[in-house]
């Protein structure tokens, strides 16, 4: 399947009542538009990190009862999955879409990267563009821009990685969806893999 954009249907999915009609909405409006960014950035990714990069598209297994409230497709060098690694991320909440380099709560390093990143703070801080967005919560659909936090804030986000078992690592670029739903597949293409590339120091620091 080729890459069509995304749609109003597509957000209003996290307004589905119920877990099981939310889950078949997400499976059928977003879940091959996700496999279909798989397949388009999979080959991209492998070629800028120099490595074989895998996509990883949310199945939400694990659930039950709640009803997913975001879903993404992730990218990591790991063909059997992404959690334990730095990785790549493009996905929807309700209210926008977001693309992230992440290193999450169940990756072992996470303590390590941390400290890489702490150490290089200044170069880190610099290569960051102001309207990209900061994360120590990738269950939480907000974040803090670059240019809010400033170099203190992002020591002390950095410090938190490297201290508290749940925090987590995540940088990148969120789209409101007002404006995600008027642009073309095109447009949202350029500006996911202008990210990544935005993106690609950070990846290869950790």
């Known amino acids: 399947m080729e890459f069509s954009g995304f749609s109003q249907e597509d957000f209003e999915v996290f307004t589905i009542e119920g877990f099981d009609a939310r889950m078949e909405g997400l499976k059928l409006k977003i879940r091959p ?21 895998f996509s990883h598209v949310a199945k939400h297994a694990r659930r039950t009862v709640n009803p997913p409230k975001d879903t993404w497709v992730a990218f990591s ?31 072992p390093q996470k303590a390590e990267i941390g400290s890489r990143f702490e ?12 309207e990209f967005v900061w994360s120590g919560d ?3 659909p907000g974040g803090v821009r670059h240019d809010q ?23 990148g670029y969120q789209i409101d969806k007002n404006d ?3 642009m073309s597949s095109t447009q949202l293409i350029d500006i996911i893999e202008g990210t990544f590339n935005t993106l690609l120091p950070l990846y290869k620091l950790s």
Not at 88 to 98: A, R, S
């Open 180 to 182: 995600v739903i008027n």
């Open 33 to 53: 538009k996700l496999e279909a960014l798989g397949g388009y950035f999979t080959p991209t990714l492998s070629s800028i990190t120099g490595e074989e990069v």
């Open 149 to 171: 936090l400033g170099k203190k804030g992002l020591s002390e986000l950095l410090e938190r990685v490297q201290t508290v078992k749940k925090a987590e690592l995540l940088c």
């Open 119 to 130: 150490k290089k703070l200044s170069s880190v801080y610099k290569q960051v563009p102001a």
């Open 138 to 140: 990738h269950t939480k």
């Open 77 to 107: 060098r790991n063909p059997r999955g992404y959690k334990m690694l730095p990785h790549f991320q493009i996905g929807l909440w309700e209210t926008h879409l977001f693309i992230w380099y992440a290193v999450i709560y169940e990756a």
